[in-house]
């Protein structure tokens, strides 16, 4: 289960290498705000770094271009829509940047960044009551599949 944490500045620049290895146990994936109708990147838009170590759980996230002064809330997408993990949930400051940490398990499936009022939560679980993919972040892969150029 996640530990949620505040939203506030970023520690550093955002990296825009979409998945890489630092270690052995630690790993990077970037999201990213993508045309839903393409589902393509949007190169302007909103993006996200996740920095995560498989062996200790423990994540740390920053994002930039979002809305600012809004709620959002990192989630786990196991395939099963409308229902979710939560990873972790902030508000993002008045330059649209949030920072998020925490710790997580289970790197497998699909990480969003979305609207905290697109969604409820129920303890650790989330269930989407609206859907507006315009103002999420997606990741570029989804974990625990070969992608090829990837070095997960």
Same mark, same amino acid.
């Given at each position: 289960?996640?530990?949620?944490? @505040? ?70 997408? @196991? ?8 990873? @972790? ?64």
């Amino acid at each position: 289960m996640a530990e949620p944490a @505040a939203g506030g500045e970023p520690r550093a620049p955002l990296d825009t290498q979409a998945v890489g290895k630092q270690r052995s146990h630690q790993r990077t994936l970037a999201l990213y705000a993508k045309d839903p109708k393409t589902w393509k990147i949007r190169p302007s838009g909103a993006r996200g770094i996740l920095m995560y170590d498989e062996k200790t759980g423990r994540f740390s996230f920053t994002a930039r271009k979002l809305k600012p002064l809004s709620g959002y809330v990192l989630v786990r997408n @196991a395939d099963t829509p409308p229902a979710g993990d939560l990873l @972790a949930r902030g508000t993002t400051n008045k330059a649209g940047e949030l920072r998020l940490s925490g710790r997580w398990n289970d790197w497998t499936k699909k990480i969003w960044l979305v609207s905290g009022n697109d969604l409820t939560i129920s303890g650790s679980r989330v269930t989407l009551i609206a859907w507006n993919p315009e103002q999420y972040l997606f990741e570029e892969k989804v974990l625990g599949v070969f992608c090829g150029e990837c070095d997960e």
